[in-house]
């Protein structure tokens, strides 16, 4: 199906781009984000003495506290009204550009074979108005996203299939130029409303792969190291309101209570409806309770992927799926978010969850082969293990460290009770490193680190044979060289 047409162009820049601003209801969306920053930074303040802030706000003083309260919402509005009027994006066959600052004026480019991954994100006031966030992902690390907020829902995923589209190598068919000033003249007044033409690009077709039940992802909730924190905390307040304790003592945890709770939310919130689906332009991720947020990942831009059990997960034996993609360098809450392939799987999910980054993981029996790597000790399924002279460095896990190379991937595998299995694309491989601190020295064993780009995957396996360490060394560079040479070209979809 034909979604609508994307914003009609605005303005006809001297540069001959077709420039776009966001929807006109962006700078109340963005303007209370200062009033709750100023309601925060209250709370904070008052939590410290309460009696003292409800003294404050007696008589007449909740009348001051509001209209302080006004005059800040009206100043955030006016800045982002402001801010609104000097923002504008262009979309070209090879970039989209972005205008945006009121005093340090700036331009930005994403060139469109870099882009990482395309989000539509919808907070929860943007949902009710039928508005939503477009953000692109771009290579280069943190600060390299560009945002373009606010536009209608179906603008925001019409221009995600035509940038897609753009990314993959799909030309556009030929138009007309738009009309520009000349060399040195003023900006060229708003165009007048034109039809809107037929969309150059559909959104492509997809096949649901799976989605996690609710009832699954709150007890996965439940059975974590924040629920037996909290349980500690709620033992620790009880147990000293018993034994007479200070009211104010009682308070003084009241933050970390709030943290673990803030903890709890945003796991529920970010991974609540998750879906995953398979498309022409790469990998589709649907997830989020108050804040929706639609990801597509095209081919081949997942760096390295981990398949993760915490020890609480063992007994029903979920795992979790995170992956590293170039751009996605947040923290916190926003890493947690944005970089799950799967919140709480289980084992046959897991795998699919792999099969979708890597179909082929160049083994004959692929499931033995990842079987091993989350369960096998030793040398089982093919994997080198570690020494057992490593034991005197790792008593309890050292049976666990192992590496397996395979013609499309490298495996790497660590964790007696907390289990991990990195898998890393050779083409993928940045670079290796070998760390040996002077207890391994002595052992003669070393570690071997892949590095990858910034994420919650930091693929290594521990205490392997110094010699052995040194020949993988060796070998995984000339296959990631050889493997890179072979691989499939940024632009995916160019030519077909």
């Known amino acids: 199906m034909s979604q609508p047409a994307p914003v009609v162009p605005e303005l006809a820049g001297e540069d001959g781009y077709a420039w776009q601003r966001m929807h006109p209801v962006t700078p109340l969306l963005k303007g209370w984000k200062i009033v709750a920053a100023v309601l925060?930074?209250?709370?904070?303040?008052?939590?410290?003495?309460?009696?003292?802030?409800?003294?404050?706000?007696?008589?007449?003083?909740?009348?001051?506290?509001?209209?302080?309260?006004?005059?800040?919402?009206?100043?955030?509005?006016?800045?982002?009204?402001?801010?609104?009027?000097?923002?504008?994006?262009?979309?070209?066959?090879?970039?989209?550009?972005?205008?945006?600052?009121?005093?340090?004026?700036?331009?930005?480019?994403?060139?469109?074979?870099?882009?990482?991954?395309?989000?539509?994100?919808?907070?929860?006031?943007?949902?009710?108005?039928?508005?939503?966030?477009?953000?692109?992902?771009?290579?280069g690390g943190s600060g390299s996203r560009v945002s373009l907020a606010f536009l209608r829902e179906p603008e925001a995923l019409a221009l995600r299939a035509e940038l897609l589209a753009l990314a993959a190598g799909i030309r556009r068919p030929a138009a007309a130029p738009v009309a520009a000033t000349a060399a040195g003249a003023a900006p060229a007044v708003p165009l007048e409303p034109v039809a809107a033409p037929a969309p150059a690009f559909e959104t492509a077709p997809e096949r649901v792969v799976y989605e996690v039940p609710m009832p699954r992802l709150l007890m996965s909730i439940a059975l974590s190291g924040g629920t037996v924190s909290l349980v500690l905390v709620g033992v620790g307040i009880a147990v000293a309101s018993a034994l007479g304790a200070p009211i104010e003592a009682t308070f003084s945890v009241l933050p970390m209570v709030f943290g673990l709770v803030g903890l709890f939310w945003t796991r529920l919130n970010g991974a609540a409806t998750f879906r995953a689906a398979t498309s022409p332009d790469g990998i589709r991720l649907r997830h989020g309770l108050t804040e929706a947020r639609s990801q597509t990942l095209p081919p081949g831009r997942i760096q390295a992927v981990s398949i993760s059990r915490p020890l609480l997960w063992a007994r029903k034996d979920w795992w979790r799926v995170h992956v590293n993609v170039a751009g996605y360098a947040g923290e916190g809450s926003q890493r947690e978010t944005e970089t799950v392939l799967h919140p709480v799987a289980t084992r046959e999910e897991a795998m699919t969850a792999l099969w979708l980054v890597l179909p082929d993981l160049g083994v004959d029996d692929p499931v033995a082969a990842l079987t091993a790597g989350l369960d096998g000790v030793g040398d089982e399924g093919g994997y080198t293990a570690a020494p057992r002279r490593a034991r005197w460095v790792d008593p309890v896990g050292w049976r666990r460290h192992g590496v397996l190379v395979t013609e499309r991937a490298l495996l790497l595998r660590r964790g007696r009770f907390w289990r991990r299995l990195d898998v890393v694309p050779h083409e993928r491989t940045q670079s290796l490193g070998m760390a040996q601190g002077p207890i391994q020295r002595w052992l003669r064993v070393a570690s071997v680190v892949a590095h990858s780009t910034p994420g919650p995957v930091a693929p290594r396996v521990e205490h392997l044979d110094q010699a052995v360490a040194a020949r993988l060394l060796d070998e995984q560079a000339a296959r990631a060289r050889q493997a890179r040479r072979s691989a499939g070209p940024e632009q995916w979809m160019k030519g077909s």
Do not use: K, M, N
């Open 40 to 139: 925060v930074v209250g709370f904070a303040q008052a939590g410290d003495d309460l009696r003292q802030a409800a003294e404050l706000l007696g008589g007449s003083g909740w009348l001051v506290a509001l209209g302080v309260l006004a005059a800040v919402a009206l100043v955030g509005v006016v800045w982002s009204l402001i801010a609104w009027r000097a923002t504008r994006f262009a979309v070209t066959d090879d970039a989209v550009h972005l205008r945006q600052g009121v005093v340090f004026r700036q331009q930005r480019q994403a060139r469109l074979d870099r882009i990482q991954a395309v989000d539509v994100v919808q907070p929860l006031l943007a949902r009710l108005v039928g508005l939503a966030e477009l953000r692109l992902e771009v290579a």
